[in-house]
């Protein structure tokens, strides 16, 4: 099992930052990869950003040049840097991690919310 606890999200007006982070426990040694995924009302959960174990990286088009992930290995966490906010990217933010198991089974944290608005 692996628990994930994200935060960092809060109001932001449009062009500001923020930087949220996620805390993962429990099985580490299982976690293939960890990435965010965002959920706006009415719209179906997209990918973000993720991070593979040994720190390949990828981004949906919408977020390139503007977020990037980045982890900590010594203190099991992930972050992800966040610029140039817009208001459609205002969201629920949840942490992920997938676990190297067969099937892959993914574990998601509590999410936190990101506004951008004026």
């Known amino acids: 099992q692996v628990q994930l606890v994200e935060s960092g999200g809060g109001l932001v007006q449009p062009g500001g930052s923020l930087r949220l982070s996620c805390v993962a426990s429990?099985?580490?040694?299982?976690?293939?990869?960890m990435g965010w995924y965002r959920q706006a009302p009415g719209k179906q959960r997209e990918l973000v950003a993720i991070?593979?174990?040994?720190?390949?990286?990828n981004y949906a088009d919408s977020v390139k040049g503007r977020f990037t992930i980045s982890r900590d290995n010594a203190q099991n966490m992930v972050y992800l840097q966040m610029s140039s906010l817009k208001p459609e990217d205002t969201a629920v933010y949840y942490c992920?991690?997938?676990?190297?198991?067969?099937?892959?089974?993914?574990?998601w944290g509590q999410g936190t919310q990101v506004t951008v608005s004026s």
């Open positions: 992920n991690a997938r676990e190297r198991v067969v099937p892959a089974k993914d574990y």
């Open positions: 429990g099985s580490i040694f299982s976690i293939y990869a």
């Open positions: 991070i593979t174990s040994f720190g390949s990286t």
